[in-house]
């Protein structure tokens, strides 16, 4: 079935570093792709998607590209803040055009420090 | 405005107990969706509901488990004789439609004795 393999975390940075969090996924038709962060204390919360191969997400700074040929929607943010301390979770939803179900890969617990 | 909220925020029960757990979505939004998150993993789906229907019920992971949405707001989901495995925070979501972005509430933190 559907599944997704995000790299384990905890990942610990400096504030302003380079992030990069891998997610690769497997399935069978042409999923949508998502990231999800969840703070401290608070709900998860849609951070951003790609709906087909090449396209780009982007939201608070944060970039993932959708690529087919690899399989893969790495989250990247040039900067990080303190703020962006959260665990950030990959997913995809195999309905066409749609959210639908979502499935979602482990979580990868970023820490950014001052 | 008001986001999904879940009620309990946490419960603990003993093994062999029957639960409720109950989401109360974003006024307005047609779609339902539950999800069980276990210590260290991310969320499985369980059960999505369009209106009062469940449209998927694929992801309940045997009988003992049975969600309602009898007037296509509140949902509640039912988990007969506990069992320890059982022990999750349960996650409802909601979304204006079934193609839209889904918000999450804040979870049900079930721990069965």
């Known amino acids: 079935g559907d599944s997704v393999t995000q790299m384990e975390g905890p990942v610990t940075l400096s504030e302003e570093a380079f992030l990069t969090i891998n997610c690769t996924y497997t399935?069978?038709?042409?999923?949508?792709l998502f990231w999800y962060v969840q703070y401290p204390g608070e709900g998860l919360q849609l951070l951003l998607k790609?709906?087909?191969?090449?396209d780009k997400g982007s939201n608070k700074g944060f970039e993932a590209t959708y690529r087919k040929e690899t399989t893969s929607f790495h989250l990247e943010k040039g900067s990080v803040q303190v703020s962006d301390s959260a665990v950030y979770f990959c997913?995809?939803?195999?309905?066409?055009?749609?959210?639908?179900?979502?499935?979602f890969g482990k979580g990868t617990k970023l820490s950014v420090k001052p | 405005g008001a986001g999904v909220s879940q009620t309990p925020s946490n419960k603990v029960t003993e093994k062999g107990k029957y639960v409720e757990l109950r989401c109360d979505p974003i006024?307005?939004?047609?779609?339902l969706y539950w999800y069980r998150q276990s210590l260290g993993q991310g969320p499985e789906f369980l059960i999505y509901?369009?209106?009062?229907?469940?449209?998927?019920d694929s992801g309940l992971p045997n009988d003992r488990f049975f969600a309602v949405r009898p007037e296509g707001s509140v949902s509640t989901l039912k988990i007969q004789r506990t069992e320890r495995g059982d022990s999750a925070v349960y996650l409802c979501?909601?979304?204006?439609?079934?193609?839209?972005?889904?918000?999450f509430g804040p979870g049900t933190r079930l721990t069965v004795l």
């Open positions: 979501a909601s979304s204006l439609a079934s193609y839209n972005e889904q918000f």
């Open positions: 399935a069978t038709g042409y999923p949508s």
């Open positions: 790609a709906t087909k191969a090449d």
């Open positions: 997913a995809l939803s195999d309905t066409p055009g749609s959210q639908g179900n979502l499935i």
């Open positions: 006024s307005g939004h047609t779609a």
């Open positions: 509901f369009q209106g009062t229907g469940a449209a998927d």
